[in-house]
């Protein structure tokens, strides 16, 4: 792919703030910002030093009308964000001045970039991988500090390093193989097979441990899917506000209060949660409410966490009944609500109806829940093997499938070795497995699969 135009657009969001700023990026960024560019200095912008700040200002030069004063940055390629010459024009802060001078690049043969253009170009013109590309979205659209460190790390190319050195030593191997295919001798075969057998196992060993992270890494770049489920008037609403700390949802004493699902973020132990508030499920003839409740089931099948509220304070309906066995079997925490007005309903007549991740006792109207919640948020996310600190993470939904397949692959080359199959078999498998590597990284990716992938990010990006 060879890019012979130059771009440019508004790279801060609109609105208005301090500055405002427009990206060039292109061979001819120099030469045409130079034409619109009026500073004491009479050089050249091309010939003015790299990385360097020039102050002057942006004039049309076809009415020799002054739009800006502005600065410049100066970066010629490679060392630039896209690798290409690169010129940053800060001017005042307000929407109109940015929308002036990029209309005028536009008149003088700039193109508009598209969305995540900039860092398209960066990936084209081999700076950053595909890894580190979908780091720069993750580490824009980060909602916490731990969200924000994993999405750096993966920009370092901790990702990347770890797949590129698996497909290496991959095609060491194929290669091995390849050799005895071109000549032929049976017992050579054999011990090539048993060799590559052996070098396998490892392999596998570390992609497994990688993608034991991925659940962590999934949690904490999306967020935890947490949807609170119950029967209407069970206190769904009243732990929502309790949760969030304020009367976000309608809370009333009539049943059937929340008729459409009410959605929020908010942040428990460094972890972003999706937390949503459900129409009390019920069978009901009203068409709204009923939408409603199917909405609430559809989320328990996305959901993370279950919140299952049960009125404690009344013994358990078989509406209540038919909720639990529902959400039995999922990561689902069991709350008893209204603990202050006594308890009638007992663990065990929960646990008589399913199994659950834990029973608790709460009490949403005084504001209880949260201690519950954050208690479970840490098992979820941090319980288990997996520890957080300084190992490689594994979050990308679409890393983590094609790391899954790629052990699939290597997993079949290795029955094909203890079935003594040809090696032409084995090195097939290990090849399709090295492919499916090189497409974490964009090495061997579709050019449509990369239109894509670039089209998320956002504009001047
Ligand atoms: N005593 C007591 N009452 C509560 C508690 N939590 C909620 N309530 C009351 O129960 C009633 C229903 O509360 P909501 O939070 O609206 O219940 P909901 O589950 O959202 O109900 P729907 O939206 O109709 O499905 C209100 O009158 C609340 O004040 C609690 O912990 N103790
Ligand atoms: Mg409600």
Known sequence: MYIDDTIA???????IGGVGIIRVSGKDSFTIVNTLFKSAGTVPLGERPNRTIQYGTI????VNQTIDEVLLLLMHGPHSYTAEDVVEIQCHGGIVPVQQILKLLVRHGVRMADAGEFTKRAFINGRIDLTQAEAIIDIIEAKTEDSLSLAVSQLDGTVSKFVSSLR??????IAHLEVTIDYPEEDIEDVTSREVGAQLQPILHSMDELLATANTGRLIRDGIMTVIVGRPNAGKSSLMNALLRENRAIVTDIPGTTRDSIEE???????????IDTAGIRHTEDTVEALGVERAREYI????????????????????????????????????NKADVGQVVTNADIEAVGTFTAIERISAKDGEGSAVLSKWVKELVYGGAVQQTNTTMISNVRHISLMEQAKAQIEQALSSIDAGMPVD?????????????????????????????????????
């Open 168 to 173: 290496e030593q991959l095609i060491t191997m």
């Open 59 to 62: 004039v049309d030069p076809e």
């Open 265 to 275: 973020f908010m942040t428990i132990e460094g972890i972003s949660l999706k937390l």
């Open 301 to 336: 099948d996305k959901a993370d966490i279950v919140l299952c509220v049960i009125d404690g304070s009344t013994p358990l309906t078989s509406e209540e009944q038919d909720i639990l066995t529902s959400v039995s079997g999922l990561n689902t925490i069991v709350l008893l």
């Open 9 to 15: 657009a508004i790279a801060t969001p609109p609105g």
């Open 425 to 461: 078999f084995i090195a097939t498998d290990l090849r399709s497995a090295w492919e499916l590597l090189g497409d974490i990284t964009g090495d061997s990716i579709r050019e449509t699969m990369i239109d894509e992938l670039f089209s998320r990010f956002c504009l001047g990006k």
